[in-house]
Structure formats: structure tokens, C-alpha cells
């Protein structure tokens, strides 16, 4: 089967009734990433996964990480591997520390 | 780049913003076919396309049907390929005529 690359993959637990935490996730980072991500594929999964992959590397891992990626943190190491040189605006600001 | 089959893929024109049109059919189709499916990718096109294919077969052709799929026919559509003997409740009951 072709895919599109990058393709990014987010796994995630049905039993956990994860599907609309994945669908937004996938939605937003397809806001941001409109020319840069070649698919974004929802994949059912058990057992309490969450995970996303970006052409087959792990950029975030419940199992490793626990909870759930920050979306704004999820979207610098996107735009790192996909769009390095690309400013996400007020996503690559931090708050004052 | 592996995928899960079933493999259903929702390509949608970006600069029509059908993004939530196809992250919604994509929930909708998930959360249906829970099991059934092995992935739905989102993928970025243009041009007007809004194409629902499943394993490289087409499903739903924008170009070719015109306007967008009604969800419970898409449903029964894929029903019959990935669960040919699963009754969809409501969804397969029609409007008396």
C-alpha cells in the first residue's frame, strides 16, 4: 500500500475511548503542518497506547512518557524533523520562567 | 512504510478547508468500525479533491459523484468490504418512501 511521506501515525487505545484525543491531535497538527505532512493515519490500538510516529520514529510514547504529549511541545518536534527552519509563532514561545 | 489493513484514506482539498469535513467522516468511520479497520489516514490534497478510498480501492470520488458522501451510505459502502454480515443499526434502516 503507498503512503504518503511524512506520514505521521498516531496509535491509540480503544478501550481507552482515545479516538477524539487522537482526531484532535491529528487535526491540529494538520492546521499547522497544511504542505508538510504527507498523511496523518489514526490507528486503532489496546492496551493503553498513545503513540506517535512520525515515517516510523517515535516522537511521543505514553508507555515511555506517561500522560499525553502537550500539543504545543508535540508541535516543535514535528516541526523539527518536518519543517526545521519554521516558526510556530506564539507555539515556539515559552512562558516567562 | 507499513500500514494496517484495512486501510481507509480520506484525501481532501486543503485550500477548500476540508480538513474537519474529513477528520469528522474519519471519527464517524472509527468510531463505527472500531474494530474492523486497521488504520484512516488524513491526507492533505488540492484541487477540489474530497476521494475516500479503502486498500487503494475507491470508495467515494468527489470528481466522479460530486458534492461530499452521505455518511450512512459511506458507512454501508464500507460495511460491505471490511464487515459484509454486521448489521449497522439505524444506519441501514431507510427512510420509507
Do not use: N
Not at 2 to 28: H, S
Not at 61 to 75: H, I
Amino acid at each position: 500500500m503507498t503512503t504518503r511521506q511524512p506520514r505521521l501515525e498516531i496509535e491509540y487505545c480503544t478501550q481507552c475511548r482515545w479516538l477524539l484525543r487522537a482526531g484532535w491531535t491529528a487535526q491540529e497538527l494538520l492546521t499547522t503542518f497544511t504542505v508538510e505532512l504527507g498523511e496523518v493515519a489514526l490507528i486503532p490500538g489496546t492496551g493503553g497506547v498513545f503513540d506517535v510516529r512520525l515515517d516510523g520514529e517515535t516522537v511521543w510514547s505514553r508507555a515511555e512518557q506517561g500522560g499525553f504529549p502537550d500539543l504545543a511541545e508535540l508541535k516543535r518536534a514535528v516541526r523539527d524533523r518536518v519543517a526545521p527552519g519554521r516558526d510556530l509563532g506564539h507555539t515556539d514561545r515559552r512562558r516567562p520562567s
